[in-house]
């Protein structure tokens, strides 16, 4: 396939082709220039480009105007489904929808150290090079994140046998 022609094809029917792709789905630009990268990889080349192109830009809107309706559709069901970042646990009394609260009340730093130690199970050493920090770094935020969890959620200090709240003589 020869650039001229390409480039003929483009000036004479992009501008066509994208009116066709906007009736059909919400990113018309993108599905035009992703047909025109096509054509230029078909070896041989289609006998009827022009068909050929309003074919795979119909096609394209298509399948992009689906896509966006599946995403719309799983954001709308993620956005009112709230997740708990912990699994209820009878035996240490502690609220899930509490402790996630707490946990999003804490620093960005805070909050991403404690996901990554806890859930992903990452060391600190590992923690460090993720987020660009040192290993120290890491763990210093993950102990003032838990020392902050505890506070918000008035729980003792596993060293502390006394109860929270009370004093002792």
Not at 19 to 38: G, H, K, N, W, Y
Not at 79 to 102: L, Q, Y
Not at 107 to 123: A, H, K, N
Not at 159 to 167: F, I, L
Request: charged share 25%.
């Amino acid at each position: 396939m020869s650039a001229d022609l390409l480039g003929r094809l483009i000036d004479e029917h992009s501008a066509a082709l994208v009116l066709l792709a906007r009736s059909l789905c919400d990113c018309p630009e993108d599905v035009v220039q992703e047909a025109f990268i096509q054509l230029a990889q078909q070896h041989p080349w289609p006998d009827q480009p022009t068909a050929w192109l309003y074919r795979v830009v119909r096609n394209g809107a298509h399948t992009a105007s689906r896509a966006a309706r599946r995403r719309s559709k799983h954001e709308e069901a993620a956005r009112h489904r709230k997740e708990s970042w912990f699994e209820p646990n009878v035996e240490t009394m502690i609220d899930a929808g509490i402790a996630t609260h707490a946990l999003g009340r804490l620093p960005r730093e805070q909050t991403e150290v404690v996901v990554l130690r806890i859930w992903s199970r990452m060391t600190f050493q590992e923690i460090g090079e993720l987020t660009q920090t040192s290993s120290s770094t890491a763990q210093r935020r993950y102990v003032e994140a838990i020392d902050a969890l505890r506070q918000n959620l008035d729980l003792p200090c596993p060293k502390n046998t006394t109860p929270p709240n009370t004093t002792s003589n």
